[in-house]
């Protein structure tokens, strides 16, 4: 059977109920939530401060330190604490997305340690964690060029759809499923991270671009409203 | 983004802007943390936008402590070394305050009999350099600050928490009868006996939570305010 209706009723193009809310760890220096429905992260700022130890320094910048991490009970099956593999190579591109828009050269030899948290995780955790992040780098009042959101765009069967959720990760039928999480700038909407776990001919990535491009341009609108004071919660 | 109308109605109230929004667009020149692309003057900070005159600025409401030179900081001893001490004043750097600086004879053998880990100290700092902070103890009212208890709030925070002219400041010593220092770098000492420290430090906490609220002298006199325990008997 062909994928002609999503599995959780919502439009192809539709993402999943959005909360975002600013300054929710009080003894960090900026921080955020941010949920794609089920999948919740929070995200810490920490900095720039004092690198340790030194041979890390950069005498010419200050380097980002992310710690992507998904806690025990943020899946059916009890996560093992502690880095894996998986969250080694989450974090850092995550680093290298975030790197690509902070001004690095205000503080040499300093860090900006980012932490960022899954809570609850139904897919596109590393999504969920990037636009956290970014907003918990505004709010800790790093300077930066412009702010980032992610997305995950899928294929599924033959169908480009917005915000991948776990049921649809998994879909096999048809021509099973890809997914792609994209990266893209605020304001020049350029591309600072993008994978891609299955196969998708050309011409349809360039289809599944477009839908990044707008969804991110509607998760900026939340990132933005809620730095500004507001407390999203659409569930 | 800050509109025509708004700058022609003099609305010079401050706009919240986020990293790389659009605050006006026209003859303007970009001032800190602003940057300009063709027209278009753009948020480098999150933060309060302000227009005075043709010049757009970002005053910052966030973020670590900048050690700027001749600041007066509040500082808690990390190290001690041969020639001087290693101070933790927040932000990204940490500073050293050197025997050199102290404002009486030190014995080099023995440091720590002036100042030892833990301690709090008020400083200022003498220059802001690429390879650290250099921090000095000759200028009046500086030294070492013994007993008392050493809060950190946000800097941005402090003015607040020193209101207009000190207004706030010694509405919470006198309430409480105790001895503030306030450091531009947020770490505030407060001495005095148990009660007022406790009460005191629960105000300017307050403060530093709700520092956009207006009319805030009045809510922090009502909060110190209730019963005044402080009387004579």
């Not at chain 1, 939530?33 to 030194?54: C, D, M, S």
């Not at chain 1, 139904?122 to 918990?136: D, E, K, L, Q, V």
């Not at chain 1, 909407?189 to 991110?216: M, N, W, Y």
């Not at chain 2, 000759?138 to 008392?148: A, I, M, N, Q, R």
Request: with cysteine; aromatic share 6%; hydrophobic share 40%.
């Amino acid at each position: 059977m062909a994928y002609t209706k999503r599995l959780d009723g919502r439009k192809f193009d539709e993402l999943r109920p959005i909360k975002a809310e600013v300054g929710v760890i009080p003894n960090a220096d900026g921080s955020a939530l941010f949920a794609f429905g089920e999948t919740l992260v929070i995200a810490a700022v920490y900095g720039p401060r004092p690198l340790h130890p030194a041979h890390m320094q950069e005498p010419d910048r200050g380097i980002i330190r992310c710690e992507y991490n998904m806690l025990p009970f943020s899946v059916s099956e009890r996560a093992r604490p502690g880095p894996s593999r998986r969250s080694k190579e989450i974090s850092m591109i995550t680093a290298n997305a975030l790197s690509s828009i902070v001004d690095l050269t205000r503080f040499p030899g300093t860090v900006i340690d980012v932490q960022i948290l899954i809570i609850q995780a139904n897919a596109s955790t590393r999504c969920a964690g990037i636009n956290a992040a970014s907003m918990a780098l505004a709010h800790a009042g790093i300077v930066m060029k412009e702010l980032v959101s992610s997305v995950s765009i899928g294929k599924i069967d033959d169908k480009i759809v917005v915000d991948v959720d776990k049921k649809e990760e998994d879909y096999s039928d048809g021509e099973g499923s890809t997914d792609i999480p994209f990266t893209l700038t605020s304001r020049s909407k350029s591309i600072v991270h993008l994978q891609l776990d299955g196969k998708i001919p050309l011409k349809r990535f360039k289809e599944a671009f477009l839908a990044a491009k707008t969804a991110c341009e509607k998760i900026l609108k939340y990132q933005e409203r809620a730095l500004k004071g507001e407390k999203i919660n659409e569930n | 983004m800050i509109t025509e109308k708004e700058i022609a109605e003099e609305k010079t109230e401050r706009k919240l802007v986020v990293p790389g929004e659009l605050i006006v667009s026209g003859d303007y020149l970009p001032g800190d943390f602003t940057r300009k692309e063709g027209n278009d003057i753009i948020a480098n900070r999150y933060g309060l936008a302000e227009i005075s005159g043709r010049f757009v600025k970002i005053i910052p409401v966030s973020g670590v402590y900048e050690p700027r030179r001749g600041n007066t900081v509040i500082g808690r001893v990390n190290d001690i070394n041969f020639s001087g001490w290693i101070i933790d004043i927040g932000g990204p750097y940490s500073a050293f305050l050197s025997i050199m600086e102290s404002p009486r004879f030190i014995n080099k053998m023995n440091l720590d009999e002036f100042a030892s880990v833990g301690d709090v100290l008020d400083l200022k700092i003498n220059t802001v350099k690429k390879g650290g902070i250099d921090l000095t103890l000759k200028s009046k009212g500086l030294g070492k600050l013994d007993g008392g208890r050493l809060i950190k709030i946000n800097p941005h925070k402090v003015p607040r928490v020193i209101g207009r002219g000190g207004s706030m400041i010694n509405l919470i010593k006198e309430k409480t009868r105790t001895d503030i220092t306030v450091g531009q770098n947020g770490f505030i000492w407060i001495n005095g006996d148990l009660e007022g420290e406790k009460k005191a430090e629960e105000a300017v906490n307050l403060i530093a939570q709700e520092a956009t609220t207006e009319g805030l002298t009045d809510k922090i006199e009502k909060f110190l305010g209730g019963k005044d325990k402080w009387e004579v008997h």
